[in-house]
């Protein structure tokens, strides 16, 4: 009796990650190989049988996406952004949370996981080149993907029998070496440690959780939409399983991870920008501001926005305060010291969680905390204008204050 009140002291999370006590595992979740026709015209919901599985503790899901072409697709032109954005609208719906991802497009996703991979390190100039992007010291946006470790090859117009193969992390919390847990007004609670912001515990209410998303259609509208553009036949199957990466659970509160008042979220946004040299972005989403990236796409021309005609992109907040005043030049050597690539086609990106001689990941001073700092956005100036139907997708990496009790 008393060895058992001794372990009910010790504090929730003391023996997270200690040999003997943590117990991870990798597995697959419930939905696994549920199979999705595309249609020529039109996007196809992705419609599983049911929720995923609702025990233990998550810290992310990997969705696998394996597109089996059993037609050649003829008149297809191939997007830059292929194969990523055959997927379209995607959702993670959490019962009693924010969801941990809401995002525009596949794009989205793959380029939050180009520079913040969750089976691999967050940082540093040896993080590998998921995206296939040019590591050439040329300061311009190249073309992904390419082989690399997300798709099983080069991407090129599928034939009968052609598969494209790729895999998308969906998070459900975030490891971060030097954390400091926060009150909503920006008091420091406790830190710095490190600490995985939050990890999703399955099992509490029987909560459900769903991926919702649609898969483009084989003749997409323009190169953002889908993948392939112009296409006049073909048919595919896409196959989609779910594997859960995370942490069996325990009767001993001490080993496992504790849950934060703040919880990890990637999210997009598309804004219209039209005809203009100079652009004013906000940044609608309200927690402590990791990263964000904006990617423009004309769909006049059905190409994504040259960034070498940027002059001028700012980080803003406050009453047009300062955090980041970059040329593109300035603004993508950050960026490859902090990874050791350059962003993808048509994308500038500020990440304020890494540092920029590839160390630790931490929520310090350096990340933008939107609860007590208003009018934060992203300023742009161009040589030359956007046509007048592009538009922008704002991405952000955050932190929102939610309640454990």
């Keep these: 009796m008393t060895a058992q009140s001794n372990v009910q002291q010790v504090p929730v999370g003391s023996y997270f990650g200690l040999p003997g006590v943590t117990q991870p595992m990798e597995q697959f979740d419930v939905l696994t190989g549920v199979s999705t026709p595309l249609a020529l015209g039109n996007q196809v919901p992705w419609n599983p049988s049911g929720p995923l599985q609702k025990t233990d503790i998550v810290k992310y899901w990997e969705l696998a996406v394996d597109i089996g072409w059993t ?130 515990y399955m099992a509490g209410g029987e909560r459900n959780v769903t991926p919702q998303f649609n898969f483009a259609p084989i003749n997409a509208a323009n190169s953002d939409a889908g993948p392939l553009v112009g296409s006049t036949a073909g048919a595919a199957t896409v196959t989609t399983d779910v594997r859960r990466v995370g942490y069996y659970g325990s009767s001993n509160p001490a080993a496992l991870p504790p849950v934060f008042n703040w919880q990890y979220r990637r999210a997009s946004q598309r804004v219209n920008q039209g005809a203009r040299t100079k652009l004013d972005i906000p940044i609608t989403e309200f927690g402590q501001v990791l990263s964000v990236f904006a990617r423009i796409f004309q769909p006049t021309g059905n190409i994504p926005g040259d960034v070498t005609t940027i002059t001028k992109a700012q980080l803003v907040y406050g009453s047009n305060l300062t955090r980041f005043d970059d040329d593109l030049k300035a603004n993508q050597l950050r960026f490859m010291r902090q990874h050791g690539f350059l962003p993808p086609v048509g994308t500038v990106i500020w990440d304020m969680l890494a540092n920029t001689t590839g160390g630790d990941l931490s929520n310090d001073a350096r990340v933008l905390n939107t609860l007590t700092n208003a009018n934060t956005h992203i300023h742009l100036e161009l040589s030359a204008p956007l046509t007048s139907d592009s538009y922008i997708v704002v991405g952000t990496e955050l932190l929102v204050p939610v309640s454990t009790v």
């Design 71 to 200: 037609t050649t697709v003829t008149g297809a032109t191939l997007s830059p952004w292929a194969p990523y954005n055959a997927l379209q609208n995607l959702k993670l719906k959490m019962q009693g949370q924010y969801s941990p991802v809401e995002l525009e497009s596949g794009i989205d996703a793959a380029i939050f996981q180009m520079y913040r991979p969750m089976g691999g390190p967050g940082a540093g100039p040896n993080v590998p080149n998921n995206l296939g992007v040019n590591v050439a010291g040329t300061f311009a946006n190249a073309a992904f993907p390419q082989p690399n470790q997300i798709t099983s090859g080069i991407v090129t117009n599928p034939a009968a029998a052609a598969h494209w193969r790729f895999t998308l992390e969906i998070p459900g919390g975030l490891w971060i070496d030097k954390y400091y847990d926060l009150a909503e007004d920006g008091t420091i609670l406790s830190g710095p440690m490190g600490a995985f912001v939050s990890p999703q």
